[in-house]
């Protein structure tokens, strides 16, 4: 059973940071593209960061360029997302996602699988 379990959210103030993990079981994604997404409350989910399946290459929303960082583990068959200099704008719940294919998509139907979403909170 494939499962991909998100981590790290919490409260934080403005300008702090927060780096969310995902970890992935019962296959391996090594190759896959992989993507957080967020959905804060009354909008809809929305692309945050990708990383290709050779981890070569990272795609981020404008909104969080030069903010958050994507990277991936295929060792240890994660990805993870560092995010800095929050806002509270920023504030919503994280999911990861993951691609049965190669390449990044910035639209959600194109992923596979989820995760169950993380709360990040940030006040001002």
């Known amino acids: 059973q494939v499962q991909l379990v998100d981590a790290g959210g919490g409260l934080v103030q403005a300008g702090g940071s927060l780096r969310l993990s995902c970890a992935a079981s019962?296959?391996?994604?090594?190759?896959?593209?992989m993507g957080w997404f967020r959905q804060a409350p009354g909008k809809e989910r929305e692309f945050v960061a990708a990383?290709?399946?050779?981890?070569?290459?990272?795609y981020y929303a404008d909104f969080v360029k030069g903010r958050f960082t994507i990277s991936r583990d295929k060792a240890k068959n994660t990805v993870h997302l560092q995010m800095n200099s929050l806002k509270p704008e920023d504030t919503a719940v994280y999911y990861c996602?993951?691609?049965?294919?190669?390449?990044?998509?910035?639209?959600?139907?194109?992923?596979?699988?989820w995760g169950q979403g993380t709360q990040v909170t940030v006040s001002s």
């Open positions: 996602a993951a691609r049965v294919g190669s390449t990044y998509y910035s639209t959600a139907g194109k992923y596979d699988y």
């Open positions: 019962g296959r391996t994604f090594s190759s896959s593209a």
């Open positions: 990383i290709t399946g050779s981890g070569s290459s990272t």
